[in-house]
């Protein structure tokens, strides 16, 4: 079930093991960053890890959400890792603002999120 499977998540997590998620639940058509779900933030907050932000420029070109494997070999596709966001004691959708804020600033302006999307996040 997904309660076991997010049960499973927070324990691999306490546990000292990594977990990649992508916030947005889904790709979008047209590479820009969508809404977040609040189930990553959930997971990391109650296992108390924090959270390395990671923005993807490009792929979406090569991996369209249609997709299943890339449509050609990817190129200049860049991968940004950001600092560490601490998760223990804020507030989910706190950090869940600042996770989405420093994704978005990460990428490209034609991948950047909608601006009511970055307002709604807290910018």
């Known amino acids: ?19 990649v998620t992508f916030a947005e639940g889904t790709r979008s058509k047209d590479g820009k960053l969508k809404k977040f779900k609040r189930g990553p ?3 990391s907050s109650r296992a108390g890890v ?8 490009n792929m979406y070109r090569w991996m369209p959400s249609s997709a299943l494997l890339p449509i050609a070999f990817p190129r200049q596709v860049e991968i940004k890792l ?3 966001v601490e998760t223990a004691g804020r507030d989910e959708a706190e950090v869940s603002k600042e996770v989405f804020n420093i994704i978005n600033g990460g990428l ?10 970055t307002e709604e996040a807290g910018t």
């Open 41 to 43: 933030f959930k997971m």
């Open 108 to 117: 490209p302006p034609y991948q950047q999120a909608a601006p009511e999307l």
């Open 1 to 19: 079930s997904q309660m076991q499977t997010f049960q499973d998540a927070i324990t691999a997590l306490k546990n000292g093991n990594s977990v």
């Open 82 to 84: 950001h600092a560490p």
């Open 50 to 57: 924090r959270i390395i932000p990671v923005s993807i420029c």
